[in-house]
């Protein structure tokens, strides 16, 4: 069974204050994803990796950064929060190589952390 | 812009009946479709995947997938009050790892 963990189910934050998200998915597998979700919005790509020290700017990178030092750890950091970042944080991660359950770009999410800035 | 489109509902369904969730896309080369189901304040769970053609049963729920057309649509017979949740359809982008998901449609099963 696939388990994604994620840091923190709530966490509530002050405008300027650096926040980290911790991810940590137990399936070797090589992609992470780190998403927001929002109402009407839909969920929407931050960050991804394909691989340790690796990163890609998914859609709304903005005001985030992240941090892949070990497989199967993937950090969303917030370097100033603001009250616009007030949202759902939904990480998720996929394929491992050699599994031929699943689609290799099957993503399983961890439970998620509803972030609140004020 | 590669898009999945769904309507957002809700969709109200009685007991026992059938609902369908429909789901257009507009990436010719998709090859994987997904189709997850959120509840209220949790993350989204994988209910079923799809890549061929036609329909594909698990228990109540049924996939269905029309390439040409570029629609998936996912059918849940025996309609639970526990299945009242939003349904999120996901397809794979052509050469990549990732995947694009709809904004989800509303179901609510009404007892």
Redesign the interface.
């Given at each position: 069974d696939v388990k994604v963990t994620q840091s923190s189910r709530y966490l509530v934050k002050r405008t300027g204050e650096k926040v980290f998200l911790e991810c940590v998915q137990d399936m070797d597998h090589e992609?992470m994803?780190w998403y927001r979700q929002d109402p009407?919005?839909?969920?929407r790509?931050i960050y991804?990796s394909?691989d340790v020290k690796m990163k890609e700017k998914g859609d709304i990178p903005e005001g985030y950064s992240v941090s892949r030092e070990k497989k199967e750890r993937f950090s969303l950091i917030l370097e100033s929060a603001s009250t616009n970042q007030t949202s759902m944080y939904?990480c998720a991660s996929?394929?491992l190589p050699g599994d031929n359950f699943?689609?290799?770009?099957?993503?399983?999410?961890?439970?998620?952390t509803?972030l609140t800035v004020l | 812009q590669k898009e999945v489109e769904q309507n957002s509902g809700p969709l109200s369904v009685p007991e026992g009946a059938i609902a369908s969730l429909n789901c257009t896309y507009s990436d010719r080369g998709s090859?994987?479709f997904?189709w997850y189901r959120q509840y209220s304040?949790?993350?989204?769970?994988?209910i079923m995947?799809i890549?061929s053609n036609g329909d594909k049963e698990d228990g109540r729920f049924t996939a269905q997938l029309n390439k040409a057309s570029q629609y998936v649509s996912l059918l849940i017979r025996d309609s639970q009050p526990s299945d009242s949740a939003t349904y999120?359809c996901?397809v794979?982008l052509w050469r990549?790892?990732?995947?694009i998901?709809?904004?989800?449609t509303r179901l609510h099963i009404l007892p």
């Amino acid at each position: 069974d696939v388990k994604v963990t994620q840091s923190s189910r709530y966490l509530v934050k002050r405008t300027g204050e650096k926040v980290f998200l911790e991810c940590v998915q137990d399936m070797d597998h090589e992609n992470m994803f780190w998403y927001r979700q929002d109402p009407g919005l839909g969920l929407r790509l931050i960050y991804f990796s394909y691989d340790v020290k690796m990163k890609e700017k998914g859609d709304i990178p903005e005001g985030y950064s992240v941090s892949r030092e070990k497989k199967e750890r993937f950090s969303l950091i917030l370097e100033s929060a603001s009250t616009n970042q007030t949202s759902m944080y939904l990480c998720a991660s996929s394929f491992l190589p050699g599994d031929n359950f699943a689609p290799k770009d099957t993503q399983y999410f961890g439970p998620g952390t509803r972030l609140t800035v004020l | 812009q590669k898009e999945v489109e769904q309507n957002s509902g809700p969709l109200s369904v009685p007991e026992g009946a059938i609902a369908s969730l429909n789901c257009t896309y507009s990436d010719r080369g998709s090859q994987s479709f997904f189709w997850y189901r959120q509840y209220s304040g949790k993350s989204p769970e994988l209910i079923m995947f799809i890549y061929s053609n036609g329909d594909k049963e698990d228990g109540r729920f049924t996939a269905q997938l029309n390439k040409a057309s570029q629609y998936v649509s996912l059918l849940i017979r025996d309609s639970q009050p526990s299945d009242s949740a939003t349904y999120l359809c996901a397809v794979n982008l052509w050469r990549d790892d990732k995947i694009i998901f709809g904004k989800g449609t509303r179901l609510h099963i009404l007892p």
